[in-house]
């Protein structure tokens, strides 16, 4: 590819309190609130959070709250279905990955053609914007306020299903870090994993570029330093807000650079055995920084030295090794229910994904994939 590109075209309100101004940025932008949904899980009404944004928005607001964990392609059709009844205007998208990534399905296929599944994997296919939609992270560390991707489940094929185009970027994103205080211990680590490795993938991508990495090595920084601190503590607010501003950065560097195989193989895991996306990077991201080893020795020393750690490529891998440990992130798949005998599977799957691999450091063998996984188990 010749050229550079750099597209984030989602306005972003970022600090505390800023859900209060969700109404205001919404006729700022020009936005037609007189019918909004409102597209969240069981928990965010439960917790309010869709209390206050219905006070936010001058209009007929009508809530769909029964976005599942780790989402379905069933499920986000269900969803789909019932919000098309109601004809929405504009979509408020309320609490973690699944509920943005499932409102970013609905967005985009109220305005397009077909079935959601004519879109699975298909880059640029959604030929029409989709209904305007505002994303309120409630969690810190899937970035999917500010990305081009939706990943729902596909049980039926065991396989993870992607969404990817530019007309899935949000148009507003409300980062309020007050909202990530109800986070449960483990789903702020979970989360905040994710959000590291973006930062590391998108750094190791080699599709990364000068102005990716800016965003790369700052998130990285950021979710390094904050996370522990977030985790151990969940009413320290500011160390909340530096991990949701470590999230919006790995967010916008996957935009610019995208992910790698932690990703893969963590979406394999996601389906196999129902672990939560951001734990089973956690998994995978220091074996895979073993594998890339000399390959990207450079960026990974780079990454030391944002991250605070210096030293060679091998050292900074031993001190992410200590921060996952830390935050209590299983070392072993065993642990997650996964069998000797799941690794021809986890291979299998792993391999389909290699025309995918193209911006990796280093594009792994059959062999080394099966290493990997068996040093494991
Ligand atoms: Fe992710």
């Known amino acids: 590819m010749p050229f550079e590109r750099f597209f984030i075209p989602t306005r972003v309100v970022f600090g505390k309190g800023a859900l209060k101004k969700l109404g205001e940025e919404v006729e700022f932008l020009g936005l037609n609130p007189q019918r909004t949904a409102i597209i969240c899980s069981p928990s965010a009404v439960s917790n309010g959070y869709v209390k206050q944004i219905k006070e936010e928005i001058k209009g007929e607001v009508e809530v769909f709250s029964g976005v599942s964990q780790e989402p379905t392609v069933e499920n986000a059709k269900e969803i789909l279905e ?36 004519d879109y699975i994997g298909v880059p640029e296919a959604f030929k029409n914007p989709g209904v305007p939609l505002v ?19 596909d049980r039926e094929r065991m396989r993870k299903a992607p969404l990817i185009s530019h007309r899935l970027f949000p148009a507003l994103a409300i980062d309020d870090p007050t909202l990530t205080l109800s986070m449960p211990r483990s789903v702020a680590v979970n989360s905040g994993v994710d959000a590291f490795t973006h930062a590391v993938e998108s750094l190791l991508s080699k599709r990364a570029k000068t102005t990716s990495k800016l965003y790369s090595l700052k998130s990285a920084e950021l979710v390094f330093k904050f996370l522990p601190r977030s985790a151990g503590n969940p009413a320290d607010l500011k160390a909340k807000e530096e991990v949701m501003r470590g999230s919006l950065l790995g967010g916008i560097a996957i935009s ?19 672990v939560p996306h951001g734990l089973a990077n956690g998994v995978f991201l220091v074996p895979v920084l073993r594998l890339y080893g000399l390959s990207a020795k450079e960026e990974i020393e780079e990454l030391g030295r944002a991250i605070g750690t210096g030293g060679d490529y091998q050292k900074v891998i031993e001190e992410i090794e200590n921060w996952l440990k830390f935050l209590g992130i299983p070392q072993s798949l065993k642990e997650l229910g996964v069998e000797k005998s799941d690794i021809p599977f986890f291979v299998e799957k792993c391999m389909e994904k290699r025309f ?22």
């Open 82 to 117: 019932e919000v098309r009844k109601f004809s929405p205007s504009l979509i408020v998208a309320v609490g973690g990955g699944s509920p943005l990534d499932v409102a970013k399905a609905v967005s985009a296929m109220l305005t397009n053609e077909g079935r959601l599944e």
């Open 135 to 153: 994303a309120v992270p409630t969690t810190a560390g899937s970035g999917s306020e500010v990305t081009p991707y939706a990943v729902l489940t």
């Open 256 to 274: 610019l650079a995208g992910a790698g195989l932690v990703h893969t193989l963590a979406h394999i895991l996601g389906v196999l055995k129902r």
């Open 356 to 377: 995918l691999m193209g911006n990796l450091p280093k594009i792994p063998s059959e062999r080394e994939v099966r290493e990997l996984l068996q040093t494991l188990v």
